[in-house]
């Protein structure tokens, strides 16, 4: 009964000890963040471009009224992201239109004009209610923002940015992406909202776990 009552009160004095070392924000990240539930663990680990940073990706669409709203939220995200987060998008097609929209993306990532175009490509679709839907209205809006008609013909038919277009495509079964917008980081968790994800900031905030998780580990 005496080593009994030893063995207790030991432990009773040494928890608290233990507890000292103990991250409370570690401890509190790992319980509000659940694999499973707010976040995915691909089955295959996708392939990042630069294996010594942490790759966050915005996978999007230019018609999803949701990735329009949450713009400005990633933009601000990534405007304060640490120097060893790899930030880029995807944009992620399962239908003929999403291809065409993909197509505008890349190609002005090859006209190096993707800060030009990007949000006036945005605001065209969800605010003026122009679908972007063939290369002539695409050409209109290039040519808007200073870019050369036929430069840009050139580019959105070129066989890299149909290249480009193609390995997106294949990418979103890898990805596992079934919805707009999600993020996915480091190739290996997807985050989407849902009923445990309710907001796109949580979704920022789950990114933020994944990253100092994935950082640790580099």
Avoid at 79 to 99: E, I, S
């Amino acid at each position: 009964m005496i080593r009994r009552t030893l063995t207790i009160l030991s432990l009773v004095l040494v928890l608290p000890l233990a507890l000292l070392f103990v991250n409370p924000t570690a401890y509190a990240q790992v319980e509000r963040f659940v694999d499973g539930t707010h976040y995915v663990t691909l089955e295959v680990p996708v392939n990042t471009r630069d294996s010594s940073k942490v790759e966050v990706i915005e996978a999007f669409w230019y018609g999803c009224s949701h990735c329009f709203r949450f713009e400005p939220l990633v933009e601000d995200w990534k405007a304060n992201a640490p120097a060893d987060v790899d930030f880029m998008r995807f944009p992620a097609m399962w239908n003929g239109l999403m291809k065409i929209h993909a197509q505008i993306y890349y190609a002005a990532e090859a006209l190096d004009a993707l800060e030009i175009v990007h949000e006036p490509v945005f605001n065209a679709i969800n605010l003026e209610g122009n679908r972007l839907q063939n290369e002539r209205q695409i050409g209109d809006l290039f040519e808007r923002h200073g870019i050369d008609r036929e430069e840009f013909s050139r580019a959105f038919n070129s066989f890299g940015v149909r290249t480009r277009v193609n390995q997106a495509e294949s990418r979103m079964q890898d990805y596992r992406i079934q919805s707009t917008p999600n993020m996915i980081v480091n190739g290996k968790y997807l985050i989407a909202t849902g009923p445990d994800v309710p907001t796109q900031q949580m979704m920022l905030d789950i990114v933020d776990f994944l990253v100092a998780r994935e950082r640790a580990a580099l």
